[in-house]
């Protein structure tokens, strides 16, 4: 472990959390620790976290309490993770219409509302508190360790926020990270981002597939060859095609990784696991499920239901987040953790926008900008021609025309003034084969 690691670790990681409230660091140790136990244990530990989960729950929040007494449901007999079956599975729209009232409780930590447009496309609020957030940030940490990476490790980061404000901008200082945009994927800025790999000397880049694909095919098209060491995706899917690019332009491993925006991190791809995730155990109980809630056998492929295991300011106890999956039949990995494994994950199937000035759009562009607006059910963006993109949308009742004026301005604004925008107000959008929402459709040939 490098100094500056230690340091991090030991000192300025733990100094952070205290000023902030937070427990990110004492998270991080456990499950950094926790990975390493066998099977038989962390199921034992995590049929525990059930029990308190679901009985917590059953004691605070109204919405689980009313919904488990009309199933007839006695969580008295919820005593292992396999038993969650027994209760009824919770969809966004159920939660949104008892946000915050009947869903929410009071924790004694600071919380934070957090809008997400989630693998179903919907906007939605959740109500997660810093200790829960705490736990996600330290599995952030632990799925990055999986690349090859530590603590204090130089790495470029492509993301999703403008405004870096006052905390993020010290921690990007202490963590040293180069945060890279990914609104904005031209060959300018990608070439930028390109440089700043070679003059900092960078040996991890990390962000949404999409953006990691975009990078990866401007460096092979500019001769771009200094060799990374570890690279970790997340956000939409890494299609095989995008981990090929990325692998032979920066000639090291992909690691992926699964989680959503409602303060769940969820798995993992470790450096020796030929594809699998490791679930992370201590922190979510995932159910792969067919559309009744029965367990679908390992192998095949069924629906993602979570449970958080933690109740915090919003428990969330067999949520049904959108994304299809396949369990693995109980095979361990030869890296020696011992989280289960996720064989597969599917979640938003999308294209990459290219603008008429060169821009790249890629999904979390515009769920980026779509989550903030209540009003809009779900979307999808088609691009039959290069310089036109029509965006469907389902309005919710409270959907007005400036909203829409307003969310095509920030398009404009923020991906190329020089697009056509279309809207088409839509009752519906249909799911694709395989049940699996595509929100971004191009249809022009790059
Ligand atoms: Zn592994």
């Known amino acids: 472990m490098s100094i500056y690691t230690a340091m991090c670790e030991n000192v300025l990681l733990p100094l952070a959390d205290y000023a902030t409230r937070n427990c990110t660091m004492h998270y991080y140790r456990l499950y950094s620790d926790m990975q390493w136990l066998g ?26 309490r009313e919904l488990y007494d009309r199933h007839g449901v006695n969580i008295a007999g919820v005593l292992k993770a396999e038993d969650l079956s027994l209760l009824p599975m919770v969809t966004k729209d159920m939660l949104r219409e008892a946000y915050p009232h009947s869903c929410t409780r009071d924790t004694g930590w600071p919380w934070r509302e957090y809008c997400t447009s989630g693998s179903s496309g919907s906007p939605f609020a959740v ?30 980061q492509t993301g999703m926020t403008l405004e870096r404000g006052a905390v993020k901008k010290l921690k990007d200082i202490l963590l040293r990270v180069e945060y890279a945009s990914a609104f904005d994927l ?16 960078l040996d991890y880049v990390m962000g949404y597939a999409g953006s990691l694909y975009c ?59 030929d594809g699998a995730y490791h679930i992370f155990m201590p922190h979510v109980a995932l159910e792969v499920v067919d559309d009744e809630g029965n367990p679908v056998p390992p192998g095949q492929v069924g629906n993602i239901v979570l449970t958080r295991l933690h109740p915090g300011a919003m428990p969330l106890i067999r949520y049904r987040v959108g994304d299809l999956g396949v369990k693995s039949a109980g095979e361990t990995c030869p890296c020696g953790r011992g989280f289960e494994l996720l064989a597969k994950v599917e979640g938003r199937d999308t294209d990459v926008v290219v603008t008429p000035r060169g821009n ?65 107000l839509v009752d519906e959008i249909p799911l694709e084969r395989s049940n699996k929402r595509r929100f971004v459709v191009s249809k022009v040939g790059r």
Not at 49 to 56: A, C, G, M, P, Q
Not at 248 to 262: L, N
Not at 400 to 405: G, L, N, V, Y
């Open 186 to 201: 031209s060959d300018r800025v990608l070439d930028r981002y390109l440089d700043l790999i070679d003059s900092k000397k």
């Open 360 to 424: 790249r759009l890629i999904v979390h562009f515009f769920t980026g900008i779509f989550e903030y607006y209540k009003s809009i059910d779900t979307f999808k963006v088609i691009q039959e021609e290069r310089a036109r993109i029509t965006v469907l949308i389902v309005p919710r009742p409270d959907f007005k025309p400036e909203h829409w004026t307003s969310l095509k301005s920030e398009i404009l604004e923020k991906g190329d003034p020089e697009l056509v925008i279309d809207m088409k």
């Open 215 to 273: 990078v990866a095919t401007r460096a092979l098209e500019v001769g771009f060859n200094r060799p990374l060491t570890g690279i970790v995706s997340w956000g939409d899917n890494l299609y095989a095609h995008y981990r090929e690019r990325v692998e032979s332009a920066f000639k090291c491993r992909v690691t992926d990784t699964y989680g959503c925006g409602e303060g769940i991190q969820i798995a993992a791809q470790c450096g020796r696991s």
């Open 39 to 64: 099977r038989e244990e962390l199921q034992r530990r995590q049929d525990e976290l059930v029990r308190e989960t679901v009985r917590t729950a059953y004691a605070d929040i109204p919405f689980y």
């Open 127 to 156: 109500r997660v508190d810093n200790e829960t957030m705490s736990m996600a940030r330290a599995l952030m940490f632990l799925r990055a360790n999986y690349s090859g990476w530590n603590i204090g490790d130089p790495f470029l």
